[in-house]
């Protein structure tokens, strides 16, 4: 019987207080800006990982974006993933998520079977929760949104979820492959392994694969297969509250104080 296989899809994102955007074609700049994995991927990360411990098999981690990613995806095999690729190609640049959704399920066609695709449920970045389902789309698996828990239930061929309602929960039954999004918050991502980063850092197996190389459509990756037009991006002001300044002695301080906060008691 074919071990478990587990896709675990992961966005390298700004940090949010670093984020800027292009003027001129109003997508996201890079350079010069930290990054991170997306919060919600490493939840993701975390949900594959104990589905191996469990069930056993192995754990593929997939990107899509620069070269830089690569030592984000070296992360996630220190904390435990088996082998990760990476789709990187000029040609990718500014896609939306429909274009991306696209991109990463040629990826996942090349690396061949699956059980499970698990995402985060949104991207920090971009906030659509549309690229999960849009994998699912295109290779066509059963999906699940926003699961807070999974489970693989034994000699099934079926995975179980539970989905978080107002006032409750939902438990969702699908058949494998499924793909299925992950919310953030789901668990508590574990460290990496200090053994298991020395070797992910000199010997860790993360392929490299372009554009050509997971025959894609040109005309359906980065800004051409993008329907998504962006009009303009805006700064929202600040809103600041009102302060005001005690002066005085301490006691002094004290009493104007209270004389503030006694018509709110």
Same mark, same amino acid.
């Given at each position: 019987?074919?071990?478990?296989?587990?896709?675990?899809?992961?966005?390298?994102?700004?940090?949010?207080?670093?984020?800027? +955007?292009?003027? @001129?074609?109003?997508?996201? @700049?890079?350079?010069?800006?930290?990054?991170?994995?997306?919060? *919600?991927?490493?939840? +993701?990360?975390?949900?594959?990982?104990? #589905?191996?411990?469990?069930?056993?098999?192995?754990?593929?981690?997939?990107?899509?974006? *620069?070269?830089?990613?690569?030592?984000?995806?070296?992360?996630?095999?220190?904390?435990?993933? /088996?082998?990760?690729?990476?789709?990187? /190609?000029?040609?990718?640049?500014?896609?939306?998520?429909?274009? =991306?959704?696209?991109? #990463?399920?040629?990826?996942?066609?090349?690396?061949?079977?699956?059980?499970?695709?698990?995402?985060?449920?949104?991207?920090?970045?971009?906030?659509?929760?549309?690229? &999960?389902?849009?994998?699912?789309?295109?290779?066509? =698996?059963?999906?699940?949104?926003?699961?807070? /828990?999974?489970?693989?239930? &034994?000699?099934?061929?079926?995975?179980?979820?539970?989905?978080?309602?107002?006032?409750?929960?939902?438990?969702?039954?699908? &058949?494998?492959?499924?793909?299925?999004?992950?919310?953030?918050?789901?668990?508590?991502?574990?460290?990496?392994?200090?053994?298991?980063?020395?070797?992910?850092?000199? @010997?860790?197996?993360?392929?490299?694969?372009?554009?050509?190389?997971?025959?894609?459509? *040109?005309?359906?990756?980065?800004?051409?297969?993008? &329907?998504?037009?962006?009009?303009? +991006?805006?700064?929202?002001?600040?809103? @600041?509250?009102?302060?005001?300044?005690?002066?005085?002695?301490?006691?002094?301080?004290?009493?104007?104080?209270?004389?503030?906060?006694?018509?709110?008691?």
């Amino acid at each position: 019987m074919r071990q478990l296989h587990i896709i675990a899809c992961v966005k390298v994102v700004p940090k949010p207080e670093e984020v800027k +955007v292009n003027p @001129e074609n109003w997508t996201i @700049e890079r350079d010069g800006v930290r990054s991170e994995i997306n919060p *919600p991927d490493m939840n +993701v990360l975390e949900m594959a990982l104990a #589905l191996k411990e469990q069930h056993g098999g192995k754990v593929t981690v997939v990107a899509m974006g *620069p070269p830089m990613f690569d030592s984000y995806l070296r992360l996630a095999l220190a904390m435990g993933a /088996d082998e990760a690729y990476l789709l990187s /190609d000029r040609s990718f640049a500014g896609a939306d998520t429909l274009a =991306t959704s696209y991109a #990463l399920a040629q990826g996942i066609r090349k690396i061949g079977e699956f059980d499970l695709i698990l995402c985060g449920e949104e991207s920090s970045d971009g906030a659509t929760a549309q690229v &999960p389902p849009g994998i699912a789309e295109w290779l066509n =698996t059963s999906q699940i949104t926003y699961a807070e /828990d999974l489970k693989i239930v &034994p000699d099934s061929g079926m995975v179980k979820a539970q989905r978080e309602l107002a006032g409750g929960y939902e438990v969702i039954q699908v &058949p494998l492959p499924c793909t299925a999004s992950v919310k953030v918050g789901a668990n508590e991502p574990r460290f990496m392994d200090i053994e298991r980063k020395t070797w992910a850092n000199a @010997e860790g197996p993360v392929t490299t694969w372009n554009a050509q190389d997971i025959e894609v459509d *040109p005309e359906m990756i980065g800004i051409p297969g993008s &329907p998504t037009i962006v009009d303009g +991006v805006a700064q929202a002001e600040a809103t @600041e509250r009102k302060r005001e300044f005690l002066k005085g002695t301490p006691e002094e301080q004290v009493k104007a104080l209270i004389e503030r906060l006694r018509p709110y008691l």
